[in-house]
């Protein structure tokens, strides 16, 4: 069985690989043309789906299974913002860069220091059995600089609880243990188990 990823992005290919590396892991990007999937979902959950689902339609070998992640930062204080607008919170296209920059500015606008924060990821898999969806959390806080190189979008403000340095300063290998796509991921890996 092969597993196929809806995404073309080479860091979460990389990131899945490991984790499920007794398996075929392919981008879809790979192994057909890559089209648009618009994202209209309210949730994290649903927007997995709907990029697993738009994935798995156009599969030529439907033994295969389709594997999406929807994920992202919210932020309590901001009324849960940018949450499933992650990626585009300062606007279509935008840089990762772009979106760090607007939530600190954002949050500076509220006259803090740090505040609550989590990410949340949601990893759908579609496959001729049926449709499943698990997830994974990890909790923080804030801060009002980016701090560190490793990582990708808001990580370099993000400090998991227990920790004194960013997600941007940590080592790959720490992060992994705890973090809210390894959480949904190894849930995943339960339910692939089970199918194969």
Partial sequence: MKIVLATSNQGKVKEFRSWISEYEVVAYSDIMEPF???????????????????????????????????????????????????ARYAGVGATSEANLNKLIAT???????????????????????????????????????????NGFGYDPMFMPYGYDKTLGELDESVKKAFSHRGRALELAHIIINSLK
């Fill in 36 to 86: 648009e999937i618009e994202e209209t979902g309210s949730t994290f959950k649903e927007n997995a789906l709907i990029k697993a689902r738009a994935v798995y339609e156009k599969l030529s070998d439907k033994n295969d299974m389709v594997l999406s992640d929807d994920s992202g930062i919210s932020v309590p204080l901001l009324g849960g913002a940018p949450g499933i607008y992650s």
């Fill in 107 to 149: 949050l500076k606008e509220q006259g803090v220091s740090k505040t609550p924060a989590f990410y949340t990821a949601a990893i759908a898999l579609v496959c001729a059995k049926g449709e499943f969806c698990v997830h994974g959390w990890m909790h923080g806080n804030a801060i009002m600089e980016a701090r560190g190189h």
